[in-house]
């Protein structure tokens, strides 16, 4: 896309509002990639493939861990932002974000 090497603020506004495409998602395979955000069109629920650096609570050693997403519900118009490697949902539809 044009804007992917603008670095002008308003080129860089337009990458973190998805200026960079995306891809519209249904059913449940894997999407690989580098994705900011998951948008909800509609209620949506992630699936265990589901991986970012969204963290969880820390275990007894303070060591936090990647929190699982599996079964979490986005409600429509949601955006869910994170630093997402692999999106998968078991039901709805959604736009992931290129980062």
Same mark, same amino acid.
């Given at each position: 896309?044009? *804007?992917s090497?603008?670095?002008?603020p308003?080129g860089l @506004?337009l990458?973190?509002?998805?200026?960079?495409?995306?891809? *519209?998602i249904?059913g449940?395979?894997? *999407?690989?990639?580098?994705?900011?955000?998951i948008?909800? /069109?509609?209620?949506?629920? /992630?699936?265990?493939?589901? @991986?970012?650096?969204i963290?969880?609570?820390?275990d007894?050693?303070?060591?936090?861990k990647?929190? +699982? /997403? +599996?079964?979490a /519900?986005l409600?429509?118009?949601m955006?869910?932002?994170?630093?997402f490697?692999?999106?998968?949902i078991?039901?709805g539809?959604a736009?992931? *974000?290129n980062?």
């Amino acid at each position: 896309m044009a *804007y992917s090497s603008d670095n002008s603020p308003q080129g860089l @506004l337009l990458q973190s509002m998805g200026g960079k495409g995306g891809s *519209y998602i249904t059913g449940t395979g894997w *999407y690989t990639g580098n994705f900011f955000g998951i948008q909800a /069109l509609e209620d949506t629920t /992630l699936y265990s493939g589901t @991986l970012g650096n969204i963290e969880g609570k820390a275990d007894n050693a303070g060591a936090y861990k990647p929190a +699982s /997403l +599996s079964g979490a /519900l986005l409600p429509q118009g949601m955006v869910l932002f994170g630093d997402f490697t692999q999106v998968q949902i078991s039901s709805g539809k959604a736009v992931i *974000y290129n980062n």
